[in-house]
């Protein structure tokens, strides 16, 4: 183990030698620093492991235990070229292992206040602004793999959306990750930066070529203005062979409001973690999340609420549904700080076994420090209710379409939730396809 | 249509119908009364498949083949329902869809084709008449907070959309107000046929006299201990249920 660490750490280290070697085109001096700053971070802590409180129930070692180099340009993504994510309609950023594809981007249908740039064109036409922004939310001094991905942050999307705009498209961030000779990481940074009294819907996709081995370590910073309503939605399709650990960080302002969905439905294993900050007075989050875990799967949903201000509501539901040996973890945090009086906040998380040898772990985990605030919590893990089984047997469904039926009816609770009509139909379409494989 | 021989059945070990014994001819409505905890709803659910349930003796003969050898969904496509004393309610399944879905699954059992949308919306909203069913009932998901009257009505509603040959209805009075109780006693009695055989299973005598049964059976601690025609019921609501049970059967 010690020494897998070491073995990880030096990879890491030798891949950020040859990545500066690489050079990226101008890089501003705060981008430089910051950089050497976290890939120091990097050095000095390594990976957690499971003696680390909050990587408990996972274990990084199969992560550990692969060389990761450095992605190359490459359009060898047939193989990709008919994934559903590509079919959702509106304007999108396709990035292919970490690098933008202009052939499958289409910024068509934006008006021209509203801002969608790769990182790399954005450190190119507005370095100051991203200077401004980029790693205030995410703080690499935090978590390991935003150092990770500071460190290596070249590539990825800036969204920045005018005061008062009010977006009927959704915009679409997809990364892919498709065939190489060897085990390649990739690092998206993503800024999101709405402005106030606008109304916008993003979608974030992660996917990836069967059999291939790759990591994806995608940093998300979203800041949503005063009175703005913003839809996010992280669409997680990797790969059977791709890891996923995808950090998400929001930070509401005054009277906003967030619609937050996760959704993971590939992925060999993942993790999110998820930080969302009520940092003004009256605003509100919503958070769903639906995980489908087949196969040896193992799918960890960290997510933490904090509480900063006075007279803010969040709402958290998380539902997942295990075959096979599937692990799943769910950890949801919600921290109340003393100013925030008038908190009224509620989590549950949902799980259903299908299989014997699945497995979830579930903790909730409040810390309160005003008085005056409604916090609640619930959590469940159950099988199909025979009761339930039985009644649509006896109107003649047979045994398996019932099970199904009763699957799908707890998912689609989830998936119901989105704002976008085509994505909804495909994830509803997906969840029908996925209960098909899942045995008896 | 219906031989029930020397039914013997236990849950957890426990034996709870001690042989019974029960013929129903096509067309024939018969009833099943008895005390609380008797084993009527046992015998409801054995019928329809329930394998919670464990047949420890006798056998059921259902127009010639063995019940007993069926899947809970088989026997619903050959025909046989079963009103539920306890409606399930399902979550996040719409009424609609899984009436849909149990018509034509019960339909392609048969070899025929999914019944077409137009003409299943109409096979629907007449039933829903028949039973007086709130349009809004359609569209919620199947039982989940309906009342329990309405859930009742559910079950009816669907015995008339699925329209089975042998239709068991267990204590469907109970829950029913007055009004209620005369809706679904006249759905009922509109879906009766020489075709369709009933089994009515009720604590108390007032929906019998609503559904006129043509046989009454006393079922009491797992045991038929009485059978006669309709006056039976009225004895039974005269003398109650307790007396049966100091009086040496057989
Ligand atoms: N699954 C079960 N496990 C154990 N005992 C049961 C089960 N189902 C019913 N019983 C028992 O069998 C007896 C008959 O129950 P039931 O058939 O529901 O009676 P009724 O419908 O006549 O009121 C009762 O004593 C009841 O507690
Ligand atoms: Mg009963």
């Known amino acids: ?440 | 249509m219906l031989e029930i021989r020397n039914l013997h059945v236990s849950a957890n070990n426990k034996p709870i119908l001690r042989g019974i014994t029960l013929t129903l001819k096509k067309g024939e409505v018969h009833s099943i009364m008895g005390p609380n905890g008797s084993g009527k709803s046992t015998l409801a659910q054995v019928l329809a498949g329930r394998e919670s349930y464990e047949v420890t003796a006798g056998e059921i003969m259902y127009d010639g083949k063995n019940l007993l050898d069926m899947a809970p969904e088989d026997r619903a496509r050959e025909g046989v329902f079963m009103a539920f004393q306890y409606p399930v309610e399902i979550r996040g399944v719409s009424n609609m869809y899984f009436l849909r879905a149990a018509l034509n699954s019960i339909r392609k059992y048969r070899g025929e084709d999914d019944v077409d949308a137009m003409d299943f919306l109409s096979l629907v909203r007449n039933k829903m008449k028949l039973l007086q069913m709130d349009d809004a009932l359609i569209n919620r998901a199947v039982n989940e907070g309906f009342s329990g009257g309405e859930k009742k009505r559910n079950e009816i509603f669907q015995l008339a959309v699925l329209e089975p040959r042998l239709a068991i209805l267990d204590e469907t009075d109970s829950g029913l107000d007055i009004d209620a109780l005369k809706i679904v006693a006249e759905g009922v009695n509109a879906l009766r046929s020489p075709d369709r055989t009933f089994l009515v299973i009720t604590h108390y005598q007032r929906l019998l006299n609503h559904i006129v049964p043509d046989f009454v059976h006393v079922l009491a601690e797992g045991r038929i201990v009485l059978s006669g025609d309709k006056s039976l019921a009225f004895e039974l609501e005269e003398k109650g249920y307790s007396w049966l049970e100091k009086e040496p059967v057989g």
């Open chain 1, 1 to 440: 183990m010690i020494q897998a660490v070491r073995k990880e750490k030096d990879q890491y280290l030798a891949n950020f030698a040859e990545f500066e070697r690489q050079g990226t085109g101008p890089v501003p001096d705060w981008l430089q620093q910051l950089r050497k700053a976290s890939i120091l971070r990097v050095a000095e802590y390594g990976f957690p492991t499971t003696r680390d409180e909050d990587w408990k129930y996972t274990n990084l070692a199969p992560l550990s235990r692969t060389a990761f180099g450095l992605a190359g340009p490459t359009r060898l993504y047939d193989q990709l070229s008919d994934h559903w994510l590509l079919g959702l309609p509106g304007p999108r950023l396709v990035f292919v292992n970490g690098f933008l594809s202009s052939d499958l981007s289409r910024r068509d249908g934006l008006p021209d206040s509203v801002q969608v740039q790769s990182l790399s064109e954005a450190l190119t036409h507005a370095p100051d602004l991203v200077g401004r922004h980029v790693g205030k939310y995410a703080d690499p001094d935090e978590h390991a793999f935003t150092a990770l991905n500071t460190a290596f942050m070249k590539e990825g999307s800036l969204v920045v959306v005018p005061p008062g705009t009010v977006l009927e498209t959704p915009i679409h961030l997809i990364y892919l990750s498709t065939g190489s000779e060897h085990p390649f990481a990739v690092h998206p940074r993503n800024l999101l930066l709405i402005g106030a009294n606008s109304e916008v819907r993003i979608v974030e996709g992660y996917a990836g070529q069967a059999g291939v081995a790759y990591f994806c370590n995608p940093v998300t910073e979203l800041v949503a203005g005063d009175a703005s309503n913003v839809d996010h939605y992280t669409i997680q399709a990797e790969g059977d062979k791709g890891f996923h650990i995808g950090t998400l960080r929001t930070c509401q302002e005054r009277s906003s409001s967030l619609r937050l969905a996760s959704f993971d439905v590939g992925g060999s294993l993942v993790r999110h973690n998820l930080t969302v900050t009520l940092d003004g007075e009256g605003a509100n989050a919503l958070l769903h999340g639906l995980y489908l875990g087949a196969s040896d799967q193992l799918i960890d949903n960290h997510t933490r609420i904090e509480h900063v201000k006075a007279h803010c509501d969040s709402r958290e539901l998380y539902k997942g549904i295990l075959t096979d040996s599937s692990r799943a973890v769910f950890h949801g945090r919600i921290v109340v700080s003393k100013g925030a009086q008038k908190t009224d906040s509620k989590q549950t998380n949902n799980n259903l076994l299908l299989s014997n040898d699945c497995l979830v772990n579930t903790k909730p985990q409040l810390e309160i420090y005003a008085d005056d605030v409604k916090c609640t919590h619930g959590a469940t893990i159950g099988r199909l209710e025979e009761e339930s089984l039985f009644y649509l047997r006896s109107r003649g469904i047979d045994k398996q379409a019932a099970a199904n039926l009763l699957t799908y009816a707890f998912a689609s609770e989830i998936v119901s939730q989105v704002r976008i009509g085509d994505l909804r139909n495909q994830l509803d379409r997906f969840l029908f396809a996925w209960l098909g494989h899942v045995p008896e």
